[in-house]
């Protein structure tokens, strides 16, 4: 193995036998969930309606935290950090695509993939403005700086969240069921784009699907079963 394929395989996440309980039912999502991600691996999540893939991808984001094991981000634990600090880390590191966008409806489209540069308190207006321009033309948008959300088709909505996702160049992006909410073609161009994005910028990429078809994109499937993992196999 040379140097340069050390570095490429240095892991982002090391999951670590996490376990998740919810509140007053003590709903069980996770158990002792144990995985490692390696930097540029595009890993599809894949199980059944409440399997926990949800779950899991909220616990690695920092959106939700773990009741048990521990979860290193880039060797760091993040079980240990405080909501401040890992509201930091989530800023400046993590992009998240959600299945129904999120996109802020009385933002403009360039208003909505600014967020994450606010957010992490990065760049003058200016090289803001560039970015977001930049990451736009990427995903094709670049000719609806101006719309708002309620003025694009579903495939572009999503096209515009991947933007924001990716704008402050996160180590990682965290999709959960990015094409769950829309039509076959637009699916198909949204996971060509998560695909490009992993193959030509060689970005992380963790995302939850129920499909077989969007897992494929993948190039490893971990298989979820009751909060448990049942299978991990490179595609
Ligand atoms: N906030 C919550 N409070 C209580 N139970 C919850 C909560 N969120 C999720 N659960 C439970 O945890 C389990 C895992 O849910 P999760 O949302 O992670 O599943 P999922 O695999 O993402 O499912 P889907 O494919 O339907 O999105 C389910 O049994 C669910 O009911
Ligand atoms: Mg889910």
């Known amino acids: 193995m040379t140097f340069s394929d050390t570095q490429a395989s240095s892991p982002i996440l ?28 595009f890993v599809s999540l894949m199980g059944a309606s409440g399997c926990g893939k949800s779950t899991l991808l909220n616990v690695i984001a920092g959106l939700d935290s773990a009741s048990s094991g521990q979860i290193l981000f880039e060797g760091k634990d993040v079980t240990k950090l405080s909501d401040e600090q890992v509201t ?28 994450p540069l606010d957010l992490a308190g990065i760049l003058s207006s200016s090289e803001r ?10 995903v094709g948008m670049a000719e609806r700086l101006k719309f708002y959300p309620a003025q694009l088709s579903g495939g572009e909505m999503q096209r515009v969240a991947i933007a924001r996702a990716l704008v402050h160049k996160p180590e990682l992006i965290v999709a959960d069921e990015p094409t769950g909410n829309l039509d076959s073609e637009n ?33 490893r499937i971990v298989r979820m079963k009751d909060g ?5 196999s490179k595609n």
Do not use: P
């Open 187 to 219: 699916g198909t161009n949204v996971l060509a784009l998560l695909k490009d994005l992993n193959k030509t910028l060689k970005q992380t990429i963790v995302m939850a699907t129920h499909s077989e078809e969007a897992g494929a994109v993948g190039d």
């Open 14 to 41: 090391t999951i670590s036998a996490v376990g998740k309980t919810y509140g007053e039912h003590q709903v069980r999502a996770l158990h002792d969930v144990s995985l490692v991600i390696v930097k540029g691996e």
């Open 228 to 232: 448990l993992v049942i299978s991990d």
């Open 129 to 138: 403005r560039e970015r977001v321009l930049e990451i736009l033309t990427r």
């Open 88 to 115: 930091e880390l989530r800023a400046k590191k993590i992009g998240f695509i959600f299945q129904f966008f999120n996109l802020l409806s009385t933002f403009t489209v360039e208003e909505n993939v600014a967020l």
